[in-house]
């Protein structure tokens, strides 16, 4: 496994790996109606991605035939908007090496804190490495209310992943 720069050409590999996130690691934490919502917005990330990926870091960890199993992006502001593993992946260090690979990218751009807003399954991910629940937020998708968590790290050399 290799963690590289994502490209224009990976995105819909990137909403597979969405999708199967989602229906596949979801169902532990969130409704069948709540999963059905959330599934929806491929479209709006494969129609993000090709908008905002040239003027953001975004990686993608892939094996050997070059095909994208996570992909992790920073903002320029610190924000962390995509993060998706497919389940093969997640929960394995294959993710923890791509998101200490952000955290490096981040200290390099002088980037002071890191947000995000998590999963119920991504929100323990991040707690481990350091992030902070600010609050649980209740959203609505396609006319279904979903949660998730605005969480935070203050980054500075000090507290960054070794």
Partial sequence: MKIRKARLDDIPEIGHVFERAILE?????????????????????????????PYRDGWVAVEADDKPLAYLDLEKDGH????????????????????????????????????????????????????????????????VMIHNYAMEKQLTPATALA
């Fill in 80 to 143: 962390i908007d995509f993060f998706y593993a497919h389940p093969s992946v997640a929960g394995t260090p294959v993710t923890g090496e791509m998101y200490a690979h952000l955290e490096a990218r981040a200290l390099e751009l002088g980037i002071s804190r890191l947000s995000t807003e998590a999963s119920e399954a991504a929100r323990r991910f991040f707690e481990k490495r350091g992030f902070q629940v600010l609050r649980k937020q209740d959203i609505e998708l396609g006319g």
């Fill in 25 to 53: 690691i979801g169902p532990r934490f969130y409704s069948r109606d709540q999963l059905n919502a959330w599934i929806k917005r491929r479209a709006r990330l494969e129609t993000v991605l090709p908008e905002v990926l």
